[in-house]
Every structure is written in structure tokens, then in C-alpha cells.
């Protein structure tokens, strides 16, 4: 089966750097996806992997390493709306191509 | 385009009750899915559908049963509600895509309690 170890929660103050870790057990990886959460709400798309490397989207940086297993979502210039609950997934061909979903990393922004 | 939507938006059930939950997307996605979310938790997947006609069995698909008779639809059923099927239940919808990402789009999301 699959499955993914994120972080419960990460305490960091406006204008800081955070790193959500995110590592994961599959067979025939597809790639990588983050979702954000905030409270109440639904979960949106912020970003996908598939190879080796960074991508950038703004203030949002995701990084993937296959061989390790391991990827990470990058928050930089921290906001208080980026409290939220930040979910890695990974779509994995053994498992239909569904996404799983990890336990997600709970982001409190402090002033 | 409202994306996607889910009906009702909160419920409150007896033990034991039925209940269909009516998730409706308006992207022409293909791909459709019912999860269902415990508090402090991540997502977890009940039942999904690749296509108009088709079901299948997520992780954890007891107690529900689902019908997916048009393409834009996607029905999540309670037959006999319990106590351990209060949570958050999430539509999503999405489009296969050749390059292996795929987006999935998510409804607001119906808040259950099972009494």
C-alpha cells in the first residue's frame, strides 16, 4: 500500500521561512501534489512534482526527490493567511492512479 | 462556472437513517471522488468514478454506496447512518491528464453528525 508522513504542526512568525517535509511509500510513483486547507475550508491545489527538482510558484517552492522518497513545500515571506493545513499526496499506479492523501502539516502563522 | 457543489451543507442524523449526499460538477471533469474527513486528519477516499456509469471502492467504503448515472453527478448514499460516520465529507472532481497531473478540484464540503 501506500503511504505518506508529514509533520502534525509548524510554529512560525510573519515574514519567516517554513518547511513542510513530506516523505512517502509507494509503488509506481506518479508525482507528487500539495494542497492547501485552511479551517472550515476546502482543500485547493498548490503545486506537482513529477521529477527530481524544484518548482517555484511565488512565494510557494515545492522539491522532489524520487530516489529518496522525499519531497517538501517551501513557504518564504510568511503571511498570516498562510495558516492553514498544508496536505503532500502522492498518485501512485498501483493504486489506480488515485490520489493518497498524507496526515497533513498544521501551519500557525504567528504576528 | 460554480465548480463544484455539494448539497446539503450540514446535516444532523439519527442512528440508523438514510441519506444521500448530491456532489455536481460543472467542468465536464471525467473523474469524480467522495472523501470523507475526521477532524485533525487527512483526506480519506471512499468511492470514486472514472467515468459516467462507473463506480469503484476507495479506502475505507462501508457503510456507502455511490451512483454516478450522469456525467456531471456523483451520489454518495448512508444507508443505515452510525455514529462512526460523523465527519466531513468532500466531493472532488478532475480531468486524466497524459502528463500525470491532475488537478482535483474540490466541493465546500457537507458537515455529517451521526447522533
Known amino acids: 500500500g501506500q503511504s505518506l508522513e508529514q509533520p502534525s504542526e509548524v510554529t512560525a512568525v510573519e515574514g519567516a521561512i517554513v518547511q513542510m517535509n513530506c516523505t512517502y511509500q509507494?509503488?509506481?510513483?506518479?508525482?507528487l501534489s500539495w494542497y492547501q486547507q485552511h479551517d472550515g475550508g476546502a482543500p485547493t491545489f498548490l503545486s506537482y512534482?513529477?521529477?527530481?527538482g524544484l518548482e517555484e510558484t511565488g512565494r510557494f517552492s515545492s522539491f522532489l526527490s524520487r530516489s529518496d522518497s522525499y519531497g517538501y513545500l517551501l513557504l518564504q515571506e510568511l503571511q498570516m493567511k498562510d495558516s492553514a493545513s498544508y496536505f503532500c499526496?502522492?498518485?501512485?499506479?498501483?493504486?489506480?492512479?488515485?490520489?493518497?492523501f498524507g496526515g497533513g502539516t498544521r501551519v500557525l502563522v504567528k504576528p | 462556472n460554480a465548480g463544484v457543489t455539494q448539497t446539503p451543507k450540514f446535516r444532523v442524523l439519527k442512528t440508523g437513517q438514510s441519506m444521500t449526499l448530491l456532489c455536481a460538477q460543472d467542468m465536464n471533469h471525467e473523474y469524480m471522488y467522495w472523501y470523507r474527513q475526521d477532524p485533525g486528519m487527512g483526506l480519506r477516499l471512499i468511492h470514486y468514478s472514472v467515468g459516467e456509469g462507473t463506480t469503484a471502492k476507495g479506502e475505507v467504503p462501508d457503510g456507502y454506496n455511490v451512483s454516478r448515472l450522469k456525467k456531471q453527478n456523483f451520489l454518495l448514499g448512508l444507508e443505515s447512518a452510525a455514529p462512526s460516520q460523523t465527519s466531513v465529507y468532500f466531493c472532488?472532481?478532475?480531468?486524466?491528464?497524459?502528463?500525470?497531473?491532475?488537478?482535483?478540484?474540490f466541493g465546500p464540503g457537507t458537515r455529517l453528525l451521526v447522533l
Open positions: 512534482n513529477a521529477l527530481d
Open positions: 472532488a472532481s478532475s480531468q486524466p491528464s497524459v502528463y500525470r497531473q491532475e488537478t482535483q478540484y
Open positions: 509507494t509503488s509506481g510513483f506518479y508525482g
Open positions: 499526496a502522492v498518485r501512485d499506479k498501483a493504486a489506480g492512479n488515485k490520489l493518497t
